[in-house]
Every structure is written in C-alpha cells, then in structure tokens.
C-alpha cells in the first residue's frame, strides 16, 4: 500500500519526504570491476554469452554475479543488451554499444570484444537510472570454447 493511499494523515506519520529520501540507499559509491569467465552458445545469428563474475576489488559487489549480454560473431561493430544480476537481488541491465578487434595474443585466434555498457535501470545497489561502464571479453575463436574478461560499472 503507497503512503497516504488509505488516507492516513501524513503529518502523523513523524517522518517528511525530504527525510525519506535523504535516508534512501544511494546505492554504489565505488566502480564495480569485475573478472568474468564464462562460456558463449551460438543460437543461429549471434552467439549468447553467460559469464560468472567475481569481485577485483573491495568492496565485494558482484560476489556471485552472473552476466548476460550477445554479440554478433560476423559484425565488428556491436550493439545489443547486458544485464548483471546477483543472490542478493541486485540487479542491472541495459544497451551497450562494442567492437570486435584485432586477435589476441593466444594461440586459440580469438578476438578481443570491447565494449561501452549503458544502464537503464536497476535495483538494490545498481538502484536508479543511470550509469556507464566497459567491458572487455577476450572471445575464443570457437563459441563454445570458455571466454574471460573484464567489466567495471559506475553508476
């Protein structure tokens, strides 16, 4: 039930709007880096990515986070949507926009996947709008094979 809805009096209720928002959490004051390893399925056109994502830094947002986002394996440039969700309901999603460049250095002749991350909404400690970020996905030259990477989000 939303505040006043049942016509309370909300001069009653000791606390103003303004302290509300005030004691609100304000959700991340750091980045977020993350180090991503996963595995990409081709489903046809493009190839869906599902990484597990562990924490570089503290604080430990992201422990056990999962992340989700496609490529197109034949285009270099990219767009198409990420989102990062873990245990503890935090939650973010967005577009980003990324290039395929030049193979890395490994013998498998991958490619390196870079990306700028946009969000546009989330929850817990990505709450709100807004945000940006990178990532980088060092991609095998075969889907199935296992990938790695990084991301930092800042909101």
């Given amino acids: 039930m939303a505040i006043g809805a049942g016509d309370e009096d909300l001069a009653d209720v000791g606390v103003s709007l303004a302290e509300m928002v005030k004691l609100a959490p304000r959700g991340l004051r750091r980045p977020v880096s ?91 400690i990505y709450g709100g709008a807004g945000g940006a970020g990178e990532l980088n996905l060092e991609l095998p030259a075969a889907a199935s094979e296992p990938l790695t990477g990084t991301l930092e989000f800042r909101r």
């Fill in 34 to 124: 993350l180090r991503l390893s996963g595995f990409g399925e081709s489903d046809g056109s493009r190839v869906q990515v599902a990484a597990f994502a562990r924490p570089v830094t503290a604080p430990k947002h992201g422990r056990k986070a999962g992340v989700l986002l496609s490529y197109d394996p034949a285009a270099g440039a990219q767009s198409s949507t990420w989102s990062i969700a873990d245990g503890k309901g935090n939650h973010a999603h967005g577009v980003l926009i990324a290039l395929r460049d030049s193979p890395t250095s490994g013998a498998g002749g991958g490619t390196i996947f870079r990306a700028l991350l946009f969000g546009a909404e989330g929850c817990g």
